[in-house]
């Protein structure tokens, strides 16, 4: 695979690779009708192939273009206030269910992780890292760094689930006959936020609106929740 010099340090490259790769991506889904997979993900890893088979290409080049489309997850994330206005009323009337719910999953997230790396023989440092995979990046780093881990993992570790999620939710929940718009953004928000959320956007707007708000509840009861709750589980399972 070549590219020229001149194209590899233009800005236009890291723009037109990830634009192309999206493209290429959603082209394949419709040609073989793969409607469960976001395109998301299959042009993250033709970019990140990208990257690693080409021996000139280096990350600070391909993020040189891809910033600007960087910038606009902003705006994006903004955006998802739009699906929560017009839904306003429901969200109010529904409020303690949601509240109620991302408490529980904020424990039941921390509690499995905790016992999953023991039983898998993780280090402190690994365990720790993976407490906030289901949060939102930025909070996600932060809690990382606060409780021992190491942010750069946590980050892996937060992408790999939001890009599991974005593909595997929907069937996951249908299998158990949950069909409810509330319980199925609820569960989405909580488990794999941005880009778990970002598989709403073409099922439903009650959807997308619930989901959007279980990001923001669920970063901030995980901020306060697994700090409290990991001395506890280390008492129950040294």
Not at 43 to 62: E, F, K
Not at 106 to 112: C, D, R
Not at 192 to 204: I, V, Y
Request: glycine share 8%; charged share 10%.
């Amino acid at each position: 695979m070549f590219f020229p010099d001149i194209l590899i340090n233009s800005p236009l490259f890291g723009i037109a690779l990830t634009i192309v790769a999206y493209s290429f991506s959603e082209f394949l889904i419709s040609r073989f009708e793969i409607n469960g997979l976001p395109p998301l993900i299959p042009s993250t890893l033709m970019c990140m192939a990208v990257l690693l088979l080409h021996p000139n290409i280096t990350y600070d080049q391909y993020f040189n273009g891809a910033v600007f489309i960087h910038f606009l997850l902003g705006p994006a994330t903004i955006a998802l206030a739009l699906p929560l206005i017009e839904n306003i009323k429901t969200l109010k009337e529904n409020l303690s269910i949601i509240v109620s719910g991302i408490i529980v999953a904020t424990l039941a997230g921390v509690t499995s992780i905790y016992v999953c790396s023991k039983i898998f023989g993780a280090s402190p440092d690994v365990l720790l890292s993976l407490i906030p995979k289901s949060v939102t990046t930025p909070i996600a780093m932060e809690i990382s760094a606060a409780i021992g881990g190491i942010p750069a993992l946590t980050v892996a570790c937060v992408i790999f689930t939001g890009m599991l999620g974005a593909s595997i939710n929907h069937k996951v929940l249908a299998l158990f006959g949950i069909k409810n718009d509330i319980a199925i953004g609820l569960a989405i928000g909580a488990s794999s936020h941005g880009l778990g959320t970002s598989a709403c956007a073409n099922k439903s707007p009650l959807q997308l609106a619930i989901a959007g708000v279980s990001i923001a509840l669920t970063g901030i009861s995980t901020s306060i929740i697994a700090p409290l709750l990991l001395p506890i589980l280390e008492k129950i399972m040294p």
